[in-house]
């Protein structure tokens, strides 16, 4: 296993590529490519539902501020890899194109859960149930991404590139700031799409007037 100085360069991780490295960066580009499709479908999908005002300010402010973790992780890690690519492998490149698609994906994830929260099926189209299946799709995707940030966030070996530029110490305070919000904003959009699930297409029942006795 390679010991990292604290305050040292890292100028053989550029050169040389880990390969298990590379398996868990392709892993993770499917999951995001598939994640924005999916949520770029949703959103497109539940468009003609009914917009219903709900008290979830709470569930937006987790959201929001879990979110912040992607948006400091992706401009670190960019500022890093962009400022040595003139002597990186082509995973740098990889690894780049993962982290401007995570930061697309999460912006874009975001704002179809605080839509869909407010989304509400209509009366008229009570047996279609648009982007149901899509949404269950999205909540093992989010399952999936969390659990691959849980493992592997942690792991310097998993973050050569930025290692190689900030140095252990540096990175490490980046890291315990943005990973926890990362873990979290994955696990709570999974919880909020749950909910999304089970909400979006209960109706209630239908009771009809009755008439006054004249």
Known sequence: AAVYQPLTPISNTLKK???????????????????LCATMWALIKIRKLNYRRTTTRFDDVLIIVSLTGIYLYSIFSAFAIISNLSSSTWVAY???????????????????????????????????????????????????LWFEKTTTSTKHEA?????????????????????????????????????????????????????RDF
């Not at 919000?181 to 007037?209: D, G």
């Open 17 to 35: 590529i880990d390969y298990s490295i590379v398996i868990l960066e392709i892993v993770n580009l499917c999951l995001l490519t598939l994640s």
């Open 159 to 211: 973050n050569p590139f930025q290692l190689a530029f900030y140095h252990v110490i540096p990175w490490s305070i980046i890291t315990a700031i943005a990973t926890p919000l990362q873990i979290f904003f994955r696990f709570h959009a999974s919880v909020c799409l749950s909910h999304v699930w089970a909400n979006m297409y209960h109706l209630p029942p239908y009771e009809p007037i009755a008439l």
């Open 94 to 144: 990889v690894k780049l194109a993962i982290i401007i698609l995570e930061f697309v994906e999460g912006t874009i994830h975001a704002l179809f859960i605080l839509l869909a929260l407010r989304k509400r099926l209509r009366q008229t189209s009570k047996h279609k149930y648009p982007a149901r299946e899509i949404i269950t799709l999205l909540i093992m995707l989010d399952l999936s």
